[in-house]
């Protein structure tokens, strides 16, 4: 399975960053997968940032939860994620990474999770 993020390298502030988790060689429908988007910012730990499940269930972090939005299409095999009011202390590497089977614990830690993207870098600049 390869996951694929993509979106904007630059926006600005108080607008809206949208990326998008592109996945091949699996479905996104299958396993009992958590897709999951976690972020890095420069010289900081990763954050664990928000999933959503096969059903489509989601989960965010409580800091995070009132501006970000977590959404999938099935039948692209999908996953995305919405930010609103983005801040300047929003640049960062943003990941896509999932969680095939039982067991999720909604972390950062890269050992949990079965299969990573490469990252995308934001910016945040007006």
């Known amino acids: 399975v390869q996951l694929r993020e993509s979106g904007p390298g630059l926006v600005k502030p108080s607008q809206t960053l949208s990326l998008t988790c592109t996945v091949s060689?699996?479905?996104?429908?299958?396993?009992?997968?958590?897709w999951t988007w976690i972020r890095q910012p420069p010289e900081k730990g990763l954050e664990w940032m928000g999933a959503?499940?096969?059903?489509?269930?989601?989960y965010y972090s409580p800091s995070l939860k009132s501006r970000t939005s977590i959404s999938k299409d099935n039948a692209k095999n999908t996953v995305y994620l919405q930010m609103n009011s983005l801040k300047p202390e929003d640049p960062a590497v943003y990941y896509c990474?999932?969680?095939?089977?039982?067991?999720?614990?909604?972390?950062?830690?890269?050992?949990?999770?079965?299969?990573w993207g490469q990252g995308t870098q934001v910016t945040v600049s007006s």
């Open positions: 060689g699996g479905s996104i429908t299958t396993n009992s997968a958590y």
């Open positions: 990474a999932a969680k095939a089977g039982l067991g999720y614990r909604g972390t950062p830690d890269h050992g949990e999770y079965d299969y």
């Open positions: 959503i499940s096969v059903s489509g269930s989601t």
